[in-house]
């Protein structure tokens, strides 16, 4: 049915419900021959005056399925204008009175009502009776706001969802014993525990968009003690849009459990420095470099060159910048950074002018048994991908970094700690801009715990942790990805950026928590099992020397460590060390803590 025929329908309803309004009333007072005979006239006035003021309080253009409370109020103003005209008939003539005016327009209202919702309250009834018949999932609401309203609103009244809200959490005591819909509050989320098993509720939704990666982490972490599965709703932007339907609920995500709000980069900083620049990647093709190229293709560079020794990284994020920006000027290299006539030639051809080095072998337990390989690639590609720099004028070298350069226990940790010394140095030999960017791990990454983890999951479990106690600092890619380029603005040489990484996170937690985000109960469906801490490995990480002091930048979640005083001779060392590295020298962790006085070498 189309929108003229509905509207022409109401119309006529509405003319009817008039008529019969006046008519039932005066039967009712035994005045029906008096409207009839005498004053008839005034009743089709009150005809005009009826679709006059529904087409003023907009009464036919409203989508009746979506009707809420700012329309019943209509309806009733609507009536109440029937009512003051028929107060004014019957102040006019003797033949009716107040109680006839009133009662016809009780009859108008009733009739208009049921004329408009009569629809929604069949469906709520088949709705409730469906409900007593099928199994539907039954949810605790977390939150008595916005998101709520619209969430229940659309589980009572959609056919399209199999969930049942059955209580609602909010941490504001004013709220409780207050209703959403007939849904009442009944405690806080502290109570989560107990009411998920009283109500026998199956899965949690955190319906409070407005809440901060600390808020969002603390209610989480309690909802994650029971065994429901947590979900949460979408933004504050898409509530304000009226997006907010049951669709958009997600999982939540090991993102939200970081305790911590992402830091924000201001973008105009960056657009400055890489727009209409070429700009060379080393290590293009992994988790850091192919988000870097992501981010630095979006502030228009004059060309993009993507350099990584591995084909098929280098093949994905080649096509992936193809499809999504055909306009990029895209080079794509495959190339070792420990090639000295390679990366001469890479410099020489195509003229960078803003290099970000990532590329690096960054697996620990890998290492501790590959510790030359990691001297030739770490060290031997950092120092050649910078000296080359140097030479060939680039603006700004930007080194990625790590937290285990930190007093490291590991031959990676420490092959960092010599690249940023290398860097530091550099700086002092040529122009360049030369700076490093610390910091911890990066959820996502292809060397991160999270990958591991859900595939175990994937496969049945056990997850396994080295140790109970382990803690690290996490970051999302694109928040790394983020500092690398702010540290490439601040950049004036020679300085360690480190990120405000706010608390470290227990690794046994994360797993308990990624296993019930996925649906399933910890040491039931899958087990945790405690390996050992393996070679190289601590307990936690250090974000920064003691001897580098701190400094905030205008970012105060990224702060500057004191560029160190760098050995005169530390070129001539390096040259040894990678050349024990090529002769393939069994004291390698022993050369490399010559470098590195902070390094303890694991000796298991």
């Not at 509905?6 to 309803?13: E, I, N, P």
């Not at 009333?25 to 003021?53: D, H, K, N, P």
């Amino acid at each position: 049915m189309n929108k003229t025929l509905k509207t022409a329908l109401l119309v006529a309803f509405d003319c009817f419900a008039t008529v019969v309004a006046w008519v039932f009333a005066a039967a009712f007072r035994s005045q029906l021959s008096v409207v009839l005979a005498e004053i008839w006239y005034l009743m089709l006035i009150g005809v005009v005056i009826t679709i006059a003021c529904n087409v003023v309080l907009r009464l036919y253009s409203v989508i009746w399925r979506y009707a809420g409370i700012d329309t019943a109020i209509k309806v009733i103003f609507s009536s109440i204008c029937c009512v003051v005209y028929n107060f004014i008939v019957a102040g006019v003539t003797s033949s009716l009175d107040a109680e006839w005016a009133i009662f016809a327009g009780g009859v108008f209202f009733v009739l208009v009502a049921l004329s408009r919702f009569a629809r929604r309250m069949l469906n709520s009834l088949e709705t409730f009776s469906s409900s007593k018949k099928t199994s539907k999932t039954r949810v605790i609401i977390v939150g008595a706001g916005t998101a709520a309203d619209a969430l229940i609103k659309e589980m009572k009244t959609s056919d399209k969802t199999n969930l049942t809200p059955v209580c609602i959490l909010d941490d504001d005591k004013n709220k409780f014993h207050k209703e959403i819909f007939g849904v009442k509050v009944v405690g806080t989320t502290e109570d989560v525990v107990k009411i998920a098993d009283e109500y026998r509720a199956e899965e949690i939704i955190i319906a409070i968009p407005s809440a901060n990666r600390k808020q969002l982490a603390r209610i989480a972490n309690e909802c994650n003690k029971t065994k429901c599965k947590v979900k949460t709703v979408p933004g504050l932007y898409q509530l304000a849009n009226g997006n907010v339907s049951v669709t958009d609920i997600k999982s939540v995500s090991i993102d939200d459990l970081l305790g911590r709000e992402q830091v924000k980069v201001d973008l105009d900083q960056i657009m400055g420095y890489i727009e209409g620049k070429v700009v060379l990647v080393t290590g293009g093709g992994g988790s850091i470099g192919s988000e870097l190229c992501r981010q630095i293709a979006t502030h228009n560079p004059k060309e993009l060159i993507i350099l990584d020794i591995y084909e098929n990284n280098a093949y994905e994020i080649q096509q992936e910048l193809i499809r999504q920006m055909p306009n990029l000027n895209l080079t794509v290299l495959i190339a070792s950074v420990r090639d000295k006539v390679k990366i001469e030639n890479v410099f020489k051809k195509y003229k960078p002018q803003v290099v970000f080095h990532a590329a690096a072998h960054k697996h620990v337990p890998l290492m501790e048994t590959s510790p030359n390989e990691a001297v030739k690639n770490n060290v031997g590609g950092t120092f050649n991908v910078s000296d080359t720099a140097g030479r060939y004028g680039v603006e700004k070298f930007v080194l990625i970094s790590t937290d285990k350069a930190v007093n490291p226990t590991n031959v990676m940790g420490a092959t960092k700690r010599i690249c940023e010394m290398i860097v530091q140095a550099m700086n002092e030999k040529y122009e360049t801009d030369y700076v490093a960017v610390r910091f911890g791990n990066v959820l996502g990454s292809n060397g991160s715990v999270i990958p591991l983890f859900k595939r175990q999951i994937k496969e049945g479990g056990p997850i396994t942790v080295t140790h109970k106690d382990i803690v690290r600092y996490f970051m999302t890619i694109p928040e790394a990805v983020s500092l690398v380029l702010q540290a490439g603005a601040y950049a004036k040489g020679g300085e360690i950026f480190v990120l405000d990484m706010g608390e470290q996170v227990r690794i046994y937690d994360l797993a308990v928590n990624l296993i019930k985000l996925s649906g399933l109960e910890p040491f039931k469906d899958i087990d945790i099992k405690v390996t050992g801490l393996r070679p190289g490995e601590k307990l936690y990480e250090e974000r920064l020397m003691e001897e580098e002091g701190l400094k905030k930048t205008l970012n105060e979640k990224i702060s500057i460590g004191k560029p160190l005083e760098i050995d005169k001779e530390l070129f001539k060392k390096l040259d040894a060390l990678i050349d024990s590295a090529y002769r393939e020298t069994e004291e390698m962790k022993d050369k490399v803590r010559e470098l590195v006085p902070t390094y303890v070498i694991d000796r298991r």
